[in-house]
């Protein structure tokens, strides 16, 4: 009798559950997204807060964003934030459908006390879009969601992945600047308004990394997406392919069957993708001239990757469970790569005032022997945000981390950064000390208050040299701290 009293309450319990923080395995239309992500929202007040951007799509549909964080709607000095986009091409809704269930699962954990959950939401700024063509998904679904091409695009019937100011053209052309080179573009054609919302979105926080979730294949692909030169394809890397392939690797290789070369290829039995771990360098695969994401990466500070979650890209509503279960650790790991790298703070040494738009740049300085090390500059500088903070995504090594801000002396530091295991980013903060008057430099840049490259360069060359630099920062003594041979010091 004791036992039957107490199965009853635990019935209730989890029936209870079921019917109020469940989310279906079904195909949800644009009016039970919206109701998905208020209910999540409403049983998790606290940690979330539902938006939307800017703009709505071509035919009014609000673009719904749910944002999670200890501390919703506000950005915390040095909390990254990452953001998850699906359904860009409306035909290829997988995504969509993962992104709900990612939402209501985060919800649950957390309030189900679930410690790795809430150290997560605590520590990150989750923004999660699920759909960014909803009328795109609405003309794939009414005419049966099996074509190749319906609804892949908006309501104006273009390709918003095609739809991104072409910052890789800038860059192949050989742009002065290395990073946020939104300034420098010229557009002679009007966005979408999808789009736009979505620039809006990239510039209005400080993203450190992100994924766009396609369909069509099984693969995780990164930078560049186009290719340098008029050739279809050929692998055309970015000055951070080892971060990239570091992104890409954690989405494959936690996914059961991304990076398994016992998966069937989409085109054939052979699995090229899975041979490489199931990730693939963008333009090697073919060249997308005007992708979002390339343009996260070269016109703000974010990282961002692009996955394709499997071969249909309308999957049948029988397969969305097994699914969210193959993505689910995948989906979670990714966010926690916004704390690969390091972080801190830069700020004025007079004032203790946080400097926006400092300029973060990275030299790869690992051991690559006993006597030797790499010497190799990483052509992308981040930029600080607003409160001074900044974030570097890196994988580990040894680095020099140099920063520069217009009216302060440049500062050098060196740091060692170990394999990310589920921690926030080490902190590496920087006091700059403010120029006086009199030694003032040539004026940095043209009026972006952010240095060129080449400006930059210049800079430090009058700073004595680069060598010189270092000692200013005392880079004997601090060699020591990731280095503690003796013998090394024989070949500083
Ligand atoms: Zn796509």
Not at 257 to 283: D, H, L, Y
Not at 370 to 391: L, M, N, P
Request: glycine share 8%; proline share 5%; aromatic share 8%.
């Amino acid at each position: 009798m004791l036992t039957h009293n107490l199965i009853i309450p635990l019935l209730t319990v989890s029936i209870g559950v079921l019917v109020h923080g469940d989310v279906e395995f079904v195909h949800h239309n644009n009016t039970m997204l919206a109701s998905v992500l208020q209910k999540v929202h409403n049983r998790c007040p606290d940690i979330s807060r539902l938006y939307t951007l800017s703009e709505t799509s071509v035919s009014g549909v609000p673009l719904y964003v749910l944002e999670f964080s200890d501390v919703p709607g506000k950005h915390q000095l040095m909390e990254p934030e990452m953001k998850y986009i699906g359904n860009m091409h409306g035909n290829e809704v997988l995504g969509r459908e993962l992104l709900l269930h990612l939402a209501n699962y985060l919800c649950n954990a957390y309030l189900a006390g679930d410690k790795e959950i809430i150290k997560l939401i605590h520590n990150t700024r989750i923004h999660i879009l699920p759909s960014m063509n909803p009328d795109g998904w609405q003309t794939a679904t009414d005419n049966g969601g099996d074509d190749y091409l319906i609804g892949r695009n908006n309501a104006n019937d273009v390709d918003l992945n095609r739809d991104f100011p072409d910052l890789d053209r800038l860059v192949f052309s050989g742009a002065r600047d290395n990073n946020h080179l939104m300034k420098n573009a010229k557009l002679d054609y009007t966005l979408q308004p999808e789009t736009e919302a979505v620039i809006k979105m990239i510039m209005d926080s400080p993203f450190v990394v992100s994924a766009n979730l396609h369909g069509g294949d099984l693969v995780a692909n990164y930078p560049y997406d186009e290719s340098n030169g008029n050739s279809e394809t050929g692998y055309s890397s970015s000055p951070d392919d080892a971060t990239f392939r570091s992104l890409a690797l954690t989405y494959a290789g936690n996914h059961p069957r991304m990076s398994n070369v016992n998966t069937p290829g989409c085109e054939s039995n052979e699995n090229q993708f899975a041979k490489q771990g199931g990730i693939t360098n963008g333009a090697a695969w073919y060249s997308v001239p005007g992708g979002m994401q390339d343009f996260n990466y070269l016109g703000s500070n974010d990282f961002e990757i692009t996955i394709e979650l499997g071969c249909e890209k309308y999957p049948p509503t029988e397969s969305l469970k097994q699914e969210w279960e193959d993505n689910k650790k995948s989906l979670i790991e990714f966010i926690w790569t916004a704390h690969m790298g390091i972080k801190g703070v830069i700020r004025n040494s007079a004032t203790g005032v946080g400097i926006h738009g400092a300029v973060i740049h990275v030299r790869n300085v690992t051991r690559t022997g006993k006597y030797t090390r790499r010497d190799q500059d990483i052509d992308h500088d981040v930029t600080s945000a607003r409160g001074g903070d900044y974030w570097r995504l890196i994988p580990p090594g040894e680095y020099q981390i140099i920063v520069q801000a217009k009216g302060f002396e440049p500062q050098a530091k060196l740091v060692s950064v170990s394999e990310p295991s589920h921690e926030t980013a080490p902190i590496l903060d920087f006091e700059l000390q403010p120029l006086a008057e009199e030694t003032e430099l040539q004026p940095l840049g043209e009026d972006t208050g952010v240095p060129a490259e080449e400006d930059f360069y210049q800079d430090l060359q009058t700073q004595q040299n680069i060598e010189d630099m270092m000692y200013y920062n005392n880079y004997a003594d601090k060699m020591e701290e990731f280095n503690p041979n003796p013998d090394y010091y024989s070949t500083i």
